[in-house]
C-alpha cells in the first residue's frame, strides 16, 4: 500500500518510524548485538530489517536493563522495510523464582515466638 505514496511521504513515514525506535527502550539482545523493537505483542517482534539480520531463535527482549521477555523466534519476515519475527513461545521474565506450591495469603511472614 506504501507504494501508492510519493517518495517524500515514504521518506516522512521512515523517518518518523525511526525517531519514534529511539525514544523506545525496547530492545532485543542477541549475544553482544543489540538492536531496538519497533512493536511488541504476543505473537511477536517487529524491528528495522535495514538495523537488524534475520533473527531465529532464542532472544532476550529489555525494557531499558530490565529483562522482561526471552522468546523463541521460528519465522522472520521482511514487510515494507520492517523485519516481521514471529514467537513459537515466549515467557515472561519473572524477578522471584516459581513456586511450587500454593501459598496462603495469611500465612504468617516469619516465625512466631514462643510465649
Not at 43 to 63: H, T
Not at 69 to 75: D, F, K, M, P, S
Amino acid at each position: 500500500m506504501l507504494e501508492y505514496l510519493p517518495q517524500e511521504l515514504r521518506d516522512g513515514l521512515a523517518l518518523a518510524r525511526f525517531r519514534r525506535a529511539r525514544r523506545s527502550r525496547l530492545r532485543v539482545q542477541l549475544g553482544e548485538a543489540v538492536f531496538p523493537v519497533l512493536s511488541l505483542s504476543e505473537e511477536g517482534i517487529v524491528l528495522d530489517a535495514g538495523r537488524a539480520p534475520k533473527l531465529r531463535g532464542m532472544v532476550d527482549v529489555y525494557d531499558g536493563a530490565r529483562h522482561i521477555l526471552q522468546g523463541l523466534i521460528v519465522a522472520a519476515e521482511i514487510e515494507n522495510g520492517l523485519l516481521v519475527c514471529t514467537f513459537k513461545r515466549s515467557n515472561m521474565v519473572s524477578e522471584t523464582p516459581p513456586l511450587d506450591y500454593a501459598r496462603d495469603p495469611d500465612a504468617p511472614a516469619a516465625y512466631l515466638p514462643r510465649h
